[in-house]
């Protein structure tokens, strides 16, 4: 069976999209059958840029990245999500709506990258190293047997990850 993961970013345009991206990525290359997806509680409708280039960059895939909004996981006929991932503090402050499945929840905050100095160049690093961190985690997501974890022994090993 599929593990579908949310990852969540208020304007769902830069950190929740490289995660999706990644963590994509990475399942894809490593034969798991995990499928992520993100979403914001107030989507930007466009996809930074920069994130597109850093993705592509790292060889992912990027057709089909758009910002959308979690409403679209939050509705009765949604796909139930096995993990719901923050990866901004304003997001992860916000009240969500009920998830189907009821889903493990962990907030992993990383910097916004689109605030970078250092004009396009510095945003270009700082997107770059977000998605190498994001990328790192995306790894050890995938090291866990999520198959045969309990939600708590999941949400344990998700709150490991953020402390590894």
């Given at each position: 069976?599929?593990?579908h993961v949310l990852i969540l970013c208020t304007h769902n345009s830069a950190r929740s999209v490289l995660a999706?991206?990644?963590?994509?990525?990475?399942?894809?290359?490593?034969?798991?059958?995990?499928?992520?997806?993100?979403?914001?509680?107030?989507?930007?409708?466009?996809?930074?840029?920069?994130a597109l280039e850093?993705?592509?960059?790292?060889?992912?895939?990027?057709r089909g990245c758009r910002s959308k909004s979690w409403d679209e996981f939050a509705a009765s006929d949604a796909?139930?999500?096995?993990?719901?991932?923050t990866v901004c503090d304003s997001a992860a402050a916000e009240p969500c709506p009920?998830?189907?499945?009821?889903?493990?929840?962990?907030?992993?905050?990383?910097p916004?990258?689109?605030n970078a100095a250092g004009g396009d160049e510095g945003?270009?690093?700082?997107?770059?190293?977000?998605?190498?961190?994001?990328?790192?985690?995306?790894?050890?997501?995938?090291s866990l047997p999520l198959d045969n974890l309990s939600n708590a022994e999941l949400q344990h090993a998700l709150n490991d990850i953020l402390h590894s």
């Open positions: 069976m599929t593990t999706e991206g990644m963590l994509n990525h990475w399942a894809r290359k490593l034969g798991k059958n995990v499928r992520a997806h993100s979403a914001g509680s107030a989507p930007s409708g466009r996809v930074n840029p920069f850093a993705l592509s960059n790292a060889g992912v895939d990027t796909q139930s999500m096995r993990a719901v991932i009920y998830w189907p499945g009821s889903p493990v929840k962990v907030h992993w905050g990383y916004d990258p689109s945003k270009r690093q700082a997107f770059e190293l977000t998605r190498q961190a994001i990328g790192y985690r995306m790894l050890q997501l995938l």
